[in-house]
């Protein structure tokens, strides 16, 4: 019975453990509310796509009122996995939140962080689930502003500032969605993602349409961190408490990406987005800018959080290329590579949060010697940094296989040539982190590991990256089902 | 392509003037209070793209009755009013945390909290 109410739970069963934290006022039970909520969605999010495996499609109809003129939930495969994603990455990082949190948060906020870290997950399951574009608007409201506090509670007065910046371009980047938004709705009367996609064909040439796209993809590319619009990520991501840094580098980018290929593919369809627009020619040269300039600027970074920030925007260029190739390998490497960077920069932001907290700092002079003091954390940093690289065996190498297949296919040579710079790049900064840890002496004497609540969670998530590496039947099995499903709505 | 008069959906050009003052006042401004007041006016004008085009001259609020034919659309209100809700909450969240900038900082200036935030970073790298 309640099965069929999956789509639905998923995103509530958050939504009203928020409050009840707040009830509670207690910390401890925040954080096991936490937890439990999160691994709810989790049940949920693995029931569901379960469930559509093999091209089946769930919609369901909130409060009883029928698609289109009610709100929709729709779950494909596609939501599906990145579903099981956020979810998942909520519930790992939920359990390691409670030691940065006592060590990152004032005692007296600590109930109020896990509310807000609940909320947020509920924005961004309820974006990623809905099939209603302005629902999309609400969730990502209901994420982003949970996220403001979030990062506003880290430890440093930079904090403040990063958040205040990041709420200022976050919201520009919604409202430039919701006006695109609004002249969809002038042109097909419809809010419901499958009814405007048969409508909008016959009025694709009107200048509204055009315009929506042109304000939802530089909103969504806001919101998404796409290069050049990504001034706001890496204060945020390096000064936020570090289980906010793993669960937003994880997760938050991630959905935005989400939403930004179902519009292109769902919505504006075959002849306006692949034909006659030359939007994929640039969203093809801002991928490789992004590819190359942020991993030189990572290269350069002294600070290992800022650092792994830069990486996260090159690495969302892979992702943005992928969907610029538009046929099967750079979508199948599009959508896996929403998951596999995912779990990589969760993890790697997990374990330097870990690593900053034990050391006093992230700066590499500071992690000096970490290989000796902290063996453990630094393995598992240079693992997961094996996969942003792409070496064969990690879930990285996934992705940069697809794509330069993607890439040949199309025969675009000279993007064959910029994944290859674009890798040595980040074989470049991770070194500098091998060098750091294992080829510098220590600076800090009687530094131990850091607490198993913490390094548990991240060797977990380490050892995902390994294992979707070697085994891909569940991430590249749903991401060419995802591929083929896009690709089959703009035939 | 004829350009439209002014006179004739002149709720477009209002909301296109909101927009784009909006946007500028963002950009230009280095006052944080004054950022938010302008990421304000630009959520404004967004309230009045949605709702001018919902409504029909001469139209009726849309309950049925034999005595009128043509109706408003009630829908972009009801979004908007949820837009507004979000826009609120957004503005309270912006001006709290210029509370706690302006307590920790002892500015609202942007330049002046730039120049501080990298001060910090500067002697972390004396620390190092």
Not at chain 2, 5 to 24: E, F, N, Q, R
């Amino acid at each position: 019975m309640s099965a069929e109410h999956l789509p639905v739970l998923l995103v509530v069963v958050p939504l009203l453990a928020a409050p009840l934290i707040v009830l509670f006022r207690s910390g401890r039970a925040g954080w096991l509310l936490a937890v439990l909520a999160s691994m709810v969605s989790l049940a949920c999010a693995i029931g569901l796509f379960v469930q559509v495996r093999g091209g089946t499609v769930i919609s369901y109809a909130i409060g009883n009122w029928a698609p289109p003129w009610g709100i929709e939930y729709r779950v494909d495969v596609l939501n599906a996995f990145v579903l099981i994603l956020v979810s998942g990455v909520a519930t790992i990082v939920s359990v390691y939140a409670r030691t940065s949190v006592i060590s990152e948060v004032p005692s007296d906020r600590h109930y109020l962080f896990y509310a807000m870290f609940l909320l947020c997950l509920s924005g961004l399951l309820g974006m990623t689930v809905t099939d209603d574009v302005f629902n999309i608007f609400v969730f990502l409201e209901i994420s982003s502003l949970s996220g403001y506090v979030l990062i506003a509670l880290g430890r440093e007065r930079r904090a403040l500032h990063a958040a205040f910046q990041y709420l200022i371009l976050g919201t520009i980047g919604a409202t430039f969605y919701i006006i695109g938004v609004g002249f969809l709705y002038l042109v097909t009367g419809t809010l419901n993602i499958v009814d405007m996609a048969g409508r909008i064909q016959a009025v694709a040439d009107h200048r509204p349409v055009l315009a929506a796209l042109a304000f939802m993809t530089v909103g969504l590319s806001l919101k998404a961190a796409l290069f050049p619009l990504h001034a706001w990520l890496p204060s945020a991501y390096s000064t936020a408490p570090g289980a906010v840094a793993a669960f937003m580098a994880g997760t938050a980018t991630k959905v935005s990406l989400y939403v930004f290929i179902r519009l292109l593919f769902g919505v504006f369809g075959a002849r306006l987005v692949l034909q006659d627009l030359p939007l994929l020619e640039a969203l093809s040269l801002l991928s490789i800018a992004a590819m190359l300039v942020a991993s030189l600027v990572a290269v350069m970074e002294k600070d290992l959080k800022r650092l792994l920030a830069y990486s996260s925007v090159a690495q969302i260029g892979y992702i943005t290329l992928g969907v610029s190739l538009a046929n099967q390998d750079g979508l199948t490497a599009a959508v896996v590579h929403l998951f596999n960077h995912g779990i990589a920069k969760a993890a790697l932001f997990m374990l330097v949060g870990g690593a900053a907290l034990r050391l006093g700092g992230c700066r590499l002079e500071v992690l000096a010697g970490m290989g000796q003091r902290m063996p453990l954390s630094a393995f598992c940093i240079v693992i997961a940094g094996l996969s942003l690289i792409g070496v064969p065996g990690t879930a990285g190498f996934i992705t940069k296989w697809h794509l330069v297949l993607a890439a040949a296919e199309a025969g675009q040579w000279l993007t064959i040539v910029a994944i290859g710079a674009s890798s040595l790049l980040a074989a470049a900064y991770v070194w500098r982190f091998v060098e750091a840890a294992y080829f510098t002496a220590p600076r800090h004497h009687g530094v131990q590991e850091v607490s198993v609540g913490m390094l548990a969670p991240a060797v977990i998530m380490t050892v995902a990256c390994v294992y979707f590496g070697l085994d891909t039947s569940f991430t590249l099995g749903a991401a060419r089902e995802a591929a083929e499903l896009l690709l089959g709505a703009v035939k | 392509m004829v350009i439209m008069p002014l006179s004739d959906h002149y709720t477009y050009w209002i909301t296109i003037l909101l927009m784009v003052a909006g946007l500028y006042v963002v950009i230009a401004r280095s006052n944080l209070i004054k950022k938010l007041v302008g990421l304000a006016i630009f959520q404004t004008s967004v309230y009045l793209l949605y709702i001018a085009p919902g409504k029909l001259i001469g139209g009726t609020a849309p309950i049925a009755s034999a005595q009128f034919s043509v109706y408003s659309n009630p829908l972009p209100h009801v979004l908007i009013l949820t837009a507004i809700v979000v826009g609120i909450a957004t503005l309270a969240l912006g001006l709290a945390l210029v509370v706690r900038i302006k307590e920790s900082f002892n500015s609202i200036e942007e330049d002046e909290v730039l120049v501080a935030v990298h001060g910090d970073a500067m002697s972390e790298d004396g620390d190092a």
